[in-house]
């Protein structure tokens, strides 16, 4: 069992940045591949990116070129870099770990095994 305690949302203009941080605790973090979702009010939750134990990082079509999952294992953190933010970025956003030590870069939450509690996002027009 990992714990993951999410920070660094808040409210930014369209076009601004935020970095969203994701401290790990409770398991070998380095063993296992990292991801962030999303979910705006009376939507399903959806994949954002996902970064694996060897590095590789996958992401959703809808922040390509605008976000950056990276993680960093001297720290236990993993990390999304969000840029040119819009609206439609406006959601809770939750950090993620991988069950299997085999993780290679699915979307689907049922492949995660573990959660945060999730930050706020708010993106104004």
Request: net charge positive; with cysteine; hydrophobic share 35%.
């Amino acid at each position: 069992q990992v714990q993951l305690v999410e920070s660094g949302g808040g409210l930014v203009q369209a076009g601004g940045s935020l970095r969203l941080s994701c401290a790990a605790s409770g398991r070998t973090f380095n063993y296992y591949g990292m991801g962030w979702f999303r979910q705006a009010p009376g939507t399903e939750r959806e994949f954002v990116a996902a970064i694996t134990r060897s590095g590789s990082t996958y992401y959703a079509d809808s922040v390509k070129g605008r976000f950056t999952i990276s993680r960093d294992n001297a720290k236990n953190t993993v990390y999304l870099q969000m840029n040119s933010l819009k609206p439609d970025d406006t959601a809770v956003y939750y950090c993620a770990a991988a069950s299997s030590i085999w993780y290679s870069g699915s979307a689907y939450p049922s492949d995660f095994g573990s959660w945060g509690q999730g930050t706020q996002v708010t993106v104004s027009s």
